[in-house]
């Protein structure tokens, strides 16, 4: 099949040699030559600039992967690395199954050849796999280090490895969309290793504990119980062995015997960690509202390195919004080393949640990274980069992500936002009519839908979609917000300060809270007469905060230029006063659908902005709004 493959690159026919060695790559990732020849066919520079990445990490040596690196610009070395590759000797790669390899026929002059024009075709190319570049997919970071090998002819140093920029790591995994369905392990470069079962240690001389091992592996939990009940008849002071037995049972959804077993195991050996874990598991489960079971700590006190034990101290604290408190957990254990990269995910998620916008980032980012087929990482890698209003950067993690979980309405629905913030509007119209499709009471679908039909000046539309947010989900400042702007810019002021005002009052963000005393300012221009002092005020808080968005200062700095005698031109009353597109905070079963009409926003003509009543409304003070709330 390689030679195939070799055989239609060098014919011109690379659709087939990226066929044929995707095949290959999904029966062998480790094989460096693969990554090589698929560098050659694949439709564009960052597409290509991965597969050699991906030889270089499985051969640091290869001289063609070090050259066309270098020949795309992800690498600069020096000519001297260069030459000092050349002179080692390139790792030898498994032959493939159906005979010798043929590394030593390659025609690396070649090679370096078709790297060079794939670098002028990725310019021009604007077309091929739609969801070959999402973020947040691995790469090698670092390059593992040489082996010593002596050597009496040459002292010139290895090729240097320079570090990817965070735009480059996160544009790496190859998914033709055609392919969709395909497990995202077969289109990374890692080699999946079995995890272990929690607790378990090996009793080679015990059969029946590997048998409830495997049991255990493959679901049949009953069998696990009858195994591990063998066991116990056998050496009854093998605490792991109690404990898989209450793991078994626990998920046959017997908490009583299961905490039974896990009290036994903490018997037999009171600092078995796991023990404190299944027996956390099993009180919060009968008490979800209660405190947080002690038996957590305590494990992580025995174990610092039980994974599990976090996680489930997250999962108390999440639906709770304690976000600091995830921070913290987080953030300490990766600080002292313990950092698998579900906990670079989970602490993104605290700190979106918290404002923490960058941060949350940078983490998502390296979770992303360093395990691509976390495809809650994608969702989040997409939210961070809204909530920073980089939207074209969020489409393409969210596009991975909708890809493997279409059934998901919050997928969708911050995909449509990101959509929203590119100006695509169709198409997060699309997105948002998708996630309606799939739970027609989706709160945030509904908040998302009715903020884009806002800046499409549907704005009775709009409005009627965020009543159906209000009623299918809980307030926020979003919320508040948008309903405000939508009373706003259909005339009722009354109503708009109400909803600005509660806005102010669900949140202590303050780049949140400068669009709210924004919108604020701009109702107080529009009432009849204008109440010129109180938005005099609320513009200059607004230009105060230094977290505020550029949009919302730009809007601040003209406002004031004309209230305090600058220009003579009538002050703009924007309709398009509108924060960071909602994303979801989280993924959300679904719920039961109900059938949502496909709405198409329509192009009304825009509110008066000549006041044609008073509000009635207690008249705020009219000195400048204080910083805090």
Request: glycine share 8%.
């Amino acid at each position: 099949m390689l030679t195939e493959a070799i055989a239609a690159a060098r014919g011109g026919d690379r659709s087939r040699a990226r066929e044929l060695l995707t095949r290959l790559l999904r029966t062998d990732s480790s094989n460096a030559e693969y990554w090589i020849w698929m560098s050659a066919v694949v439709d564009s520079e960052r597409e290509s600039i991965y597969c050699l990445e991906s030889a270089l990490k499985l051969d640091p040596t290869n001289r063609a992967a070090l050259r066309g690196l270098a020949i795309l610009g992800a690498r600069k070395p020096e000519q001297a690395e260069l030459a000092a590759a050349a002179r080692v000797a390139r790792r030898q790669v498994a032959a493939v199954a159906t005979g010798p390899s043929i590394g030593s026929r390659l025609n690396w002059r070649l090679i370096g050849a078709s790297l060079l024009g794939l670098s002028l075709i990725g310019v021009i190319a604007s077309v091929g796999l739609s969801m070959l570049r999402p973020r947040g997919v691995a790469v090698a970071r670092t390059l593992p280090p040489l082996s010593a090998t002596p050597s009496i002819t040459s002292t010139a140093t290895t090729p240097t490895n320079t570090p990817l920029p965070v735009s480059t790591r996160i544009f790496r995994t190859p998914i033709p969309s055609e392919l969709a369905g395909t497990p995202l392990a077969q289109f990374v470069p890692i080699t999946p290793t079995p995890t272990p079962i929690t607790g378990a240690t090996p009793h080679p001389n015990i059969e029946a504990f590997q048998l409830g091992l495997d049991a255990m592996a493959r679901g049949d939990y009953a069998e696990a119980v009858t195994m591990m009940d063998q066991v116990i008849q056998f050496d009854s002071n093998l605490p792991d062995a109690y404990y898989i037995r209450g793991e078994a049972y626990r998920l046959l959804g017997q908490p009583g015997n299961a905490y039974g077993s896990y009290g036994r195991s903490i018997s037999v050996d009171p600092s078995f960690a796991p023990g404190y874990l299944g027996r956390g598991r099993i009180e919060m489960s009968n008490d979800p509202n209660g405190p947080l079971p002690d038996d957590f700590e305590r494990a992580i006190e025995l174990d610092p390195t039980l994974v599990e034990a976090y996680l489930e101290i997250a999962k108390y604290y999440a639906p709770r919004r304690t976000w600091a408190a995830i921070d913290d957990l987080f953030q300490g254990a990766i600080d002292d080393g313990i950092n698998p990269p579900i906990f670079y995910i989970r602490l993104a998620e605290a700190q979106l949640n918290r404002g923490e916008y960058e941060a949350a980032l940078d983490n998502a980012i390296e979770g992303s990274v360093a395990d691509p087929t976390i495809l809650e990482g994608y969702i989040l890698v997409g939210r961070a980069y809204i909530a920073l209003e980089a939207y074209s950067d969020a489409v393409w993690p969210l596009l991975t992500y909708v890809a493997y979980q279409p059934e998901d309405p919050a997928g969708w629905t911050t995909l449509g936002s990101a959509q929203h913030g590119t100006g695509d509007f169709e198409a997060a119209l699309t997105s948002l009519n998708r996630a309606l499709e799939i739970n027609g009471r989706y709160a945030p679908a509904f908040l998302a839908r009715g903020q884009l039909a806002l800046d499409q000046g549907d704005f009775g539309g709009g409005l009627n979609d965020l009543l159906n947010a209000r009623r299918f989900g809980p307030a926020s400042f979003e919320l508040h917000l948008a309903m405000g702007r939508a009373r706003y810019l259909l005339g009722d002021y009354a109503d708009a300060i109400r909803e600005a005002n509660q806005a102010l009052s669900a949140t202590t963000d303050r780049r949140l809270r400068a669009d709210g005393y924004a919108l604020r300012a701009l109702i107080d221009e529009a009432t009849t007469p204008p109440l010129t002092e109180d938005a005099i005020a609320n513009w200059r808080y607004v230009l105060s905060v230094e977290e505020a968005r550029a949009q919302t200062r730009a809007l601040a700095e003209e406002h004031l230029l004309v209230l305090l005698g600058g220009p003579t031109h009538t002050p703009t009353l924007t309709p398009s006063l509108t924060p960071t597109p909602t994303a979801t905070s989280a993924v959300t079963p679904t719920q039961a659908k109900t059938p949502t009409p496909t709405r198409t926003p329509t192009q009304p003509a825009g509110p008066s902005h000549t006041p044609t009543r008073t509000p009635t409304r207690t008249r705020r003070p009219t000195t400048e709004p204080p910083e805090t709330p």
